[in-house]
């Protein structure tokens, strides 16, 4: 018999969650049936968008969603062996039992570590990628703006930013990732918790906002309207200041009207036609250190909720994860 742990959610929280809004179980899995393998998870992705499904979507005493990668340990599926690194979405867990259709098959480029298929060469860099050309439609020499822009997904769209031309400002929670962020090249940043977002936008962006990358909603979404260019884009990855049930009101979005500003939400499946180009953009960008990354790291599935308190704490330098094995 193959034993897991996984993480189920006791209780709904009530803003930030809690440790003990989570508990570890401990569960058999079935036998191997055929088409089918055993995959042993290797690193968990944390993500904000686990926060608003606590409140409304995820069930009680179930395992918790989310995405791993992982390595098959035993196959009785013609399309995967043992070795074969794979993505799922199975949740907060340490192993698992699955149909090989839902695995996806992770062809990885043996000179990059293999944790980056979790972010930059995964779906983080890929929407960053994405939201920005196709979204955003940036054009070299414009003006970007990016929140969050020391976490996992805003430092790709930073970076990329700067690659294909353009001046880039971010906003971010502390010193260290503003150090960060000056580093990778980026031409102005802010650190909103010393100073109010507004102000500090107005002063950063002389030549206003082409394009503004969203995580964060809020007040940042609506300092950023206030900048907008004419005919300036919003593209809306997230919005992470309302997933602790704080929902704070955007009060200028008639700047949308004479500005014409486009505003607009993405998901990754908008943009699949791109991914041959990001994947070989970024593969490049990586090999030649173009693009830099950072991770967060927690060890063990019972860190996972501290990992995911900490994430929406703004704990996590780039990508947080859990490793659970390798
Ligand atoms: N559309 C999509 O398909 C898609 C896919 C992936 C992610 N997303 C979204 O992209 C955004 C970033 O995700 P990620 O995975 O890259 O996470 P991340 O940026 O690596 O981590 C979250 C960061 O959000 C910041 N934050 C937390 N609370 C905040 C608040 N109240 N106001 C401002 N910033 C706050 C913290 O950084 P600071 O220290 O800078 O505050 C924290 O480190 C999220 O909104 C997420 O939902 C969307």
């Not at 690193?43 to 968008?49: G, H």
């Not at 809020?218 to 809306?236: D, Q």
């Not at 009101?249 to 008639?254: H, I, P």
Request: glycine share 12%; hydrophobic share 40%.
């Amino acid at each position: 018999m193959t034993a897991s742990r996984e993480i189920h959610l006791v209780k709904r929280p009530d803003g930030m969650p809690r440790e003990s809004d989570f508990v570890v179980r401990e569960v058999a899995l079935p036998e191997l049936a055929e088409g089918q393998a055993l995959v042993q998870n290797l690193f968990l992705s944390i993500d904000p968008a686990t926060r608003p499904r606590l409140t409304r979507g995820q069930d009680l005493n179930a395992v918790l969603g989310g995405f791993a990668l992982g390595r098959v340990v035993r196959s009785r599926a013609s399309s995967l062996k043992e070795g074969d690194a794979v993505r799922a979405a199975y949740g907060y867990r340490e192993r698992f039992v699955a149909d090989a259709k839902h695995l996806t098959k992770v062809d990885a480029d043996p000179e990059l570590p293999l944790s980056v298929y979790m972010h930059v060469m995964g779906g983080a860099g890929f929407v960053a990628y994405g939201g920005l050309v196709e979204i955003g439609k940036m054009k070299s020499g414009e003006q970007v703006f990016v929140s969050t822009a020391a976490g996992s997904v805003g430092s790709i769209a930073s970076q990329v930013a700067k690659l294909k031309g353009c001046a880039v400002i971010g906003s971010t929670g502390s010193d260290d990732k503003v150090a960060w962020l000056k580093s990778l090249g980026l031409d102005a940043v802010i650190n909103y918790k010393k100073e109010p977002i507004r102000d500090a936008l107005e002063r950063a962006t002389p030549k206003g906002i082409d394009v503004y990358f969203d995580n964060v909603g809020g007040e940042h979404l609506e300092a950023a309207l206030r900048r907008m260019n004419s005919l300036g884009r919003i593209a809306v990855c997230g919005m992470i200041s309302t997933y602790n049930d704080q929902q704070v009101g955007v009060r200028n979005l008639s700047a949308i009207i004479y500005g014409r500003v486009n505003i607009r939400g993405f998901v990754a499946p908008d943009f699949m036609h791109l991914y041959g180009q990001f994947s070989k953009e970024m593969t490049g960008w990586l090999k030649n250190g173009q693009i830099k990354y950072q991770e967060t790291l927690f060890d063990g599935i019972e860190n996972a909720p501290r990992a995911l308190i900490a994430l929406l704490n703004g704990e996590n330098t780039g990508k947080m994860m859990v490793k659970l094995a390798g």
